[in-house]
């Protein structure tokens, strides 16, 4: 047991009789010794002895323990730690639990390399006889196809060279020549042909107001005869 463990209620009425000195305990009171030296033991008391007997005293540290009701030997008790309540788990929301689910990309056709590109636009000039026309073009399917034959002029079969017609507007053409010009009697006509072929409303326009005879239709041939007749 420890010097500032709590009196039991014998202890404390000893020594606060003690304390009071109105009534003293001495070796006169043999039914009090075991509880005045445990009292001594802690140093609450002293016993001093005068003339063979013994009689109790109050010491510092017994009026303190009257006074404060513990032992000033006592630890400072360790305050304990408030343990911390532990919050209610907050609920998530559906939305919130669920994992939400990746945007999915639309897959993108993978583009075509200029040899592919090139390769096709050669196979769908021969497949055509060598020349290809292509009407009523977009500008988009027109820039399409120029692009097509910046791949392609590099891959021409071996002894063949291809050419284009129609980079703005109007029908575009595509020829697959031979080197040795057997074929540009052909390509000239179909370029010309196509110089010639006006399709545009406001083309046909100013033509007509530059050249008025471009358009004039002559008499019929038998307008005259039927004429020198009358």
């Known amino acids: 047991m420890h010097p500032w463990s709590p009196l039991n209620d014998r202890q404390l009425a000893l020594l606060t009789r003690i304390g009071d000195g109105s009534t003293p305990v001495t070796s006169d009171n043999p039914e009090l010794a075991v509880t005045a030296r445990a009292l001594k033991a802690r140093g609450l008391i002293t016993m001093p002895r005068q003339g063979g007997k013994w009689q109790a005293q109050i010491a510092e540290?017994?009026?303190?323990y009257l006074e404060n009701g513990h032992h000033p030997d006592r630890p400072d008790p360790t305050p304990r730690k408030q343990q911390a309540t532990p919050s209610p788990p907050q609920q998530r929301s559906l939305v919130e639990s669920k994992p939400k689910p990746a945007p999915r990309r639309s897959a993108k056709p993978p583009r075509s390399s200029p040899a592919e590109v090139g390769a096709a636009l050669i196979s769908e000039v021969q497949q055509a006889g060598r020349f290809l026309r292509i009407p009523d073009l977009s500008e988009a399917e027109r820039a399409r196809y120029r692009r097509a034959f910046d791949?392609?002029?590099?891959?021409?079969?071996?002894?063949?060279?291809?050419?284009?017609?129609?980079?703005?507007?109007?029908?575009?053409?595509l020829g697959l020549l031979r080197v040795s010009g057997e074929d540009d009697t052909e390509w000239n006509r179909i370029r010309l042909a196509r110089s010639r072929v006006i399709t545009d409303v406001e083309d046909v326009l100013v033509t007509v107001a530059a050249n008025h005879s471009a358009f004039e239709i002559s008499a019929h041939p038998t307008a005259g005869a039927t004429r020198d007749r009358t």
Do not use: W
């Open 151 to 173: 791949a392609a002029r590099q891959r021409a079969p071996e002894g063949y060279h291809l050419k284009y017609s129609g980079r703005a507007k109007g029908d575009f053409f």
């Open 61 to 64: 540290a017994g009026r303190f």
